[in-house]
């Protein structure tokens, strides 16, 4: 089996596994709890956001459990939104954001916001400039994701951040989903002010994230109940998550550092595979691209069609975003890209992890080639 689909989620380690099964066996007193065994769930989840914190680099007190990315997003976006809605009522946001964005800020439209979709180039990416000149008097948050899930567009978060030290009074989040672990970000260094992160996109638990609240800045909760997260997020906190993201995370980034530049072969490996094989056109820009996504259209040929013939053969690969996959529709992203509209249709994206190799590559190239060379006889 050749898994790459990672970017809709990745396999959990076993050793994530195992801290969830004893935290959750063992320690399972809820952190609220006066007696002892509340103590100690509550010391776990103190530890969980400390040692977190520490791998980004942020302070202890600025990290906020949630049940994932799409949490997280709303939070942020949503909580800014409302809490400043006297200041002002217009955000932006790029047009290829993940629905969690995307939709959040539809909502918030339909509610009386205004909201700036900025359209990005060929390569998917949005410019400082054009952030820049969307901003008006009334603009209170600016929500742009690090890197792209669709394509791997990496966008000038940076520049972006760095632009709005002009701006002291707009909110800037960066949906770091698709980036921990492959697309560093300094949070210290850089003007964010909201960070969403997502642990089963890197080997953590699905329903377990976090969100990043600079220190100072306040939000509107979105949840009513018994003021956990320190009035950010009612719900009773699920302890075994946040140990088990603490060590998602430091398993990650430990094997990023030893492992980018094999995860950059991998991609180069495919990327050359792709290019040789007729009527592929790769969507994934070479520059400012993530290192573990890379999407392509073999012409002619529907997506549905050709990931159900590589499942066949033991390859998985997915066609947009896992969200909207089984949508009909084609890709949002792409579609901004300005790929026409049948390209679109054929899209198919590979996401890799750490866990993948040259060999597998490789494998999946030849598969690429003989289901492509099987499909288009057929269709012919
Ligand atoms: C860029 C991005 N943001 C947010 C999410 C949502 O995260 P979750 O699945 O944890 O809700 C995803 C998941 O695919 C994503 O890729």
């Not at 997280?72 to 939104?81: C, E, H, P, R, V």
């Not at 597998?360 to 190239?365: C, R």
């Amino acid at each position: 089996m050749i898994y790459f689909d990672n970017s809709a989620t990745t396999k959990p380690y076993k050793e994530v596994l195992d801290s969830f099964v004893t935290v959750s066996s063992e320690f399972f007193g809820n952190p609220s709890s006066l007696h002892s065994m509340g103590g100690q769930a509550e010391k776990l989840l103190s530890q969980a956001r400390e040692q977190i914190a520490q791998l980004i680099k942020v302070k202890p007190a600025e990290l906020y459990f949630t049940s994932g990315g799409t949490e997280s997003n709303n939070l942020a976006i949503k909580g800014a939104a409302l809490l400043n809605r006297n200041k002002g009522r217009h955000l932006i946001t790029s047009s290829v954001e993940h629905a969690s964005v995307q939709a959040a800020m539809e909502q918030l439209e339909r509610d009386g916001f205004e909201i700036t979709y900025l359209p990005v180039d060929e390569k998917g990416r949005v410019s400082a400039g054009a952030v820049e000149k969307a901003i008006k008097k009334e603009t209170s948050l600016i929500s742009i994701m690090q890197v792209n899930n669709e394509v791997g567009t990496v966008q000038p978060i940076k520049e972006i951040g760095q632009m709005l030290k002009k701006y002291p009074t707009i909110l800037f989040h960066v949906d770091t989903v698709q980036a921990i672990g492959k697309v560093p970000l300094s949070l210290s260094e850089n003007r964010v002010d909201f960070c969403s992160l997502s642990a089963h996109k890197f080997h953590g638990l699905k329903g377990t994230g976090a969100l990043f609240i600079r220190g100072g800045t306040r939000i509107q909760p979105l949840f009513s109940g018994g003021n956990q997260e320190r009035m950010v997020r009612s719900g009773t906190e699920n302890v075994a998550g946040a140990v088990a993201m603490a060590k998602a995370l430091r398993m990650t980034l430990a094997k990023s550092e030893r492992e980018m530049e094999r995860m950059k072969k991998i991609q180069s490996i495919l990327r050359t595979g792709l290019n040789g094989i007729e009527g592929v056109q790769i969507h994934t820009p070479i520059d400012n691209a993530a290192p573990h996504i890379i999407n392509f259209s073999i012409k002619g040929i529907k997506s549905e069609v050709f990931i159900h013939a590589l499942e066949q053969k033991g390859i998985f690969v997915s066609t947009t975003s896992a969200c909207s996959s089984k949508k009909k529709s084609p890709s949002r992203t792409l579609l901004a890209m300005g790929v026409p509209e049948a390209l679109a249709e054929s899209a198919i994206r590979i996401s890799l992890s750490f866990d993948n190799t040259e060999d597998e590559a490789m494998t999946a190239i030849k598969a690429f080639e003989d289901t492509a060379n099987q499909l288009g006889r057929v269709m012919k």
